[in-house]
C-alpha cells in the first residue's frame, strides 16, 4: 500500500519491524476445548489443571481480588512476560495496566490446587490509522500522508509468536495544516501485555473480548 518508487525529495518513509518468539520453560498442558464467554463453539485451550505444581516458578499470580478481577505473569526462558489481566473494563489498554501495578502483590503463589486456564490466540491483522492522516506533526513542516500496521501474533502451550509491522508515508508541506483454589480463569474478556525483561511498560498489547482472534 505505499509507493516505493514515487517517493520524491519531500517525502519520507517510516518503517519499523518488531518480531518476537518467546518460549515458556515448561510447555503447559492442552486442556479440553471449551466456550469462550458464552460463545456458541468452542475453542482451543491450554493451562495447569492437575499437578499445577509443576508450574509453580512459570506462573506468577500477581493478584486475585474477586471472581471476575485477577492477574498472571507467565515466565518465558528469554525473560520476557505475558502478562494475563481478567477485566470487562472498557478503559484503555494503558490504563488498565497500570492499575495491575498497583493491584500487584508480592505474597500470592501458584499453588498445586490452583487452575489456569488460557485460549489459543491467533491473530493476523492489519491496522490503518485513518485519523492520523493529514495531521502535522509537532513542531515541523511533515504531515502524514498514511499510516498502517501489520500484527502477526499467535499465543499457545509453548510460548508466543508476535510480528509487528509499521509504515509512515511523511510528506513535507509548504503550508502547515491544521491530535479454594485460585481459578485464574481466562475464557472471558481479558487483556494480554508482552513485557520486555527488565523493562517496566509492555510493548504488546491485546484485549480479546470476543471469539475473533481464538482458535477452534
Known sequence: DIDWAQNTLNEYILYALLKKNIEFPVEFDVLD??????????????????????FAN???????EYSWDYAVSLETKSGDRVILYRTSSPENVYDLYSQIDKKTTRQLKFGESDKLIIPFISLNERIEYDSLCGRKIYDTKFVIAKAIEDVEFKLDNMGA??????????????????????VFDFSKPFVL??????????????????TRFLVK
Do not use: W
Open 33 to 54: 476445548s471449551q466456550p469462550f464467554n458464552g460463545s456458541k463453539d468452542n475453542y482451543k485451550y491450554f493451562g495447569a489443571g492437575h499437578g499445577a505444581q509443576r
Open 58 to 64: 512459570q506462573v506468577k499470580p500477581l493478584f486475585y
Open 161 to 182: 509468536k508476535l510480528r509487528n509491522e509499521a509504515v509512515m508515508d511523511v510528506v513535507k508541506m509548504s503550508i502547515p495544516l491544521p491530535g479454594r483454589g485460585k
Open 193 to 210: 501485555y508482552l513485557v520486555e525483561k527488565d523493562k517496566s511498560l509492555p510493548y504488546f498489547a491485546l484485549r480479546v473480548n470476543d
